[in-house]
């Protein structure tokens, strides 16, 4: 099998692929230690020292100053935004790809470093530096799989490169940023994507021979707003699974380390994310972040309409009573129980921002407690203090499912950034 995979029960990668010797116990095989710059991966990786406080100063300007900031990074603005004329192959309107396509049409940039799927499939990524509009408007689709977009990173510096736009996730752009003065780049533009519990290719493929009826015609598949997985086939129907029905006894352990022991689904380093957690149905969530993020949204912004953003109920008693299930994990309840609980979470759930906070502080606290359970030395390097913070609201309720506090001062990251030149 290729690439990083299952990771609950292992703390290092299952792949005999050579290239993967050498990684660190936790990885997403971002593709940054498959270049040149691999020796100075310790001061790059997420996974080895989250660096993010220190690399958003230098990027945004600022830290986080609001406790919505704590979960969704430094925004100057957040908007709900869609294309006019929607691209029918993109996962939401199709905006990131649209946006880089502008980019290359308009002169501002060389190339850009994106992901299409491996020909002959939809879902299988494939990096690649796109050099015409064309080529990244057809990348449009997500790949929901580990992929190392940085493995080009060799390939730009030889070409003799020089502007770039990047569209990645999280941990992409992490070590993208910690390189930045490295790579000799004139202009940078960074467009974040969300991401969250990434698998490898051949576990997608289970997860949705599990999941679906007809898998082989699933062209796109997404966990929304309403509590279920929506799945579209090529005929343009959609099926639906509610969220607590997912059999996760027969997906076994699908997720990797890496992404057990990520808290950055916001893309918060990134110049401008575009997600679609806390919109409404349809259309798609913007988190402008810095002066560059404005630039980016005033080039797309004719070609983008607008939605007031939804912001609606209260998370604080689920993500209190998810946080007890993850100590003393519940039994499966009888189909109809289930149904009953989907309908009540579809009626008095959090909408919107609510519930995209919900789902940032449950995947938070998952997360923390995956790493402390199987990871406790690396904590301080890998959880950023802003983790700490902006689970503080449940720090009473961790303490009595875990018998342990949720701000053991002894655990927390001295959150620093040191050169990137190896020494």
Not at 248 to 265: N, R
Request: net charge positive.
């Amino acid at each position: 099998m290729d690439g990083p995979t299952k990771g609950f029960q292992t703390i290092t990668l299952l792949s005999q692929d050579a290239r993967l010797k050498g990684r660190p116990k936790l990885c997403s095989d971002c593709g940054f230690c498959d270049t040149s710059l691999r020796p100075l991966m310790a001061q790059s990786c997420v996974f080895v020292e989250n660096r993010t406080a220190a690399i958003e100063l230098r990027v945004h300007g600022r830290a986080r100053a609001t406790p919505d900031e704590q979960l969704f990074g430094v925004c100057r603005r957040v908007l709900a935004a869609r294309l006019r004329e929607p691209n029918p192959r993109a996962q939401w309107s199709g905006i990131t790809t649209r946006l880089g396509a502008l980019l290359l049409e308009r002169g501002l940039v060389d190339a850009v470093l994106t992901t299409r799927a491996v020909p002959g499939t939809r879902f299988a990524p494939q990096p690649f530096l796109a050099r015409t509009p064309q080529e990244v408007i057809a990348s449009a689709g997500n790949k929901p799989c580990l992929a190392p977009g940085l493995s080009l990173l060799d390939e730009l510096r030889a070409s003799g490169l020089r502007r770039l736009a990047v569209i990645g996730v999280g941990c992409q752009v992490h070590a993208l940023r910690a390189a930045q003065a490295e790579l000799g780049l004139h202009e940078l533009y960074v467009i974040g994507i969300p991401c969250s519990d990434n698998v490898a290719y051949p576990d997608l493929q289970n997860f949705l021979s599990i999941v679906s009826r007809s898998p082989g015609t699933v062209v796109h598949f997404e966990f929304m707003q309403d509590f279920s997985v929506h799945l579209r086939h090529e005929d343009g129907h959609v099926e639906k699974i509610n969220f607590i029905d997912i059999p996760m006894i027969k997906l076994g352990d699908v997720f990797p380390s890496a992404c057990l022991a990520c808290f950055d689904y916001a893309n918060t380093l990134a110049d401008i994310t575009f997600g679609y957690m806390g919109a409404p149905f349809g259309w798609q969530w913007v988190m402008v972040r810095n002066q560059q993020g404005e630039a980016l949204l005033k080039l797309i912004e004719p070609l983008l309409e607008f939605h007031e953003l939804l912001d609606a109920g209260d998370r604080r008693d689920a993500v209190a009573r998810y946080l007890a299930g993850l100590a003393q994990p519940p039994k499966r309840p009888p189909a109809l129980i289930r149904k009953l609980i989907a309908a009540l979470m579809r009626w008095r759930g959090p909408k919107g921002l609510e519930f995209a906070r919900s789902v940032i502080e449950m995947k938070s606290l998952r997360n923390l407690q995956y790493v402390r359970s199987r990871f406790g030395r690396m904590e301080p390097r890998v959880v950023p203090a802003h983790v700490y913070a902006a689970l503080e609201p449940y720090a009473a309720a961790y303490e009595q499912a875990f018998g342990t506090s949720l701000n053991d001062e002894t655990r927390r990251p001295g959150d620093k950034e040191t050169s990137f030149m190896a020494t």
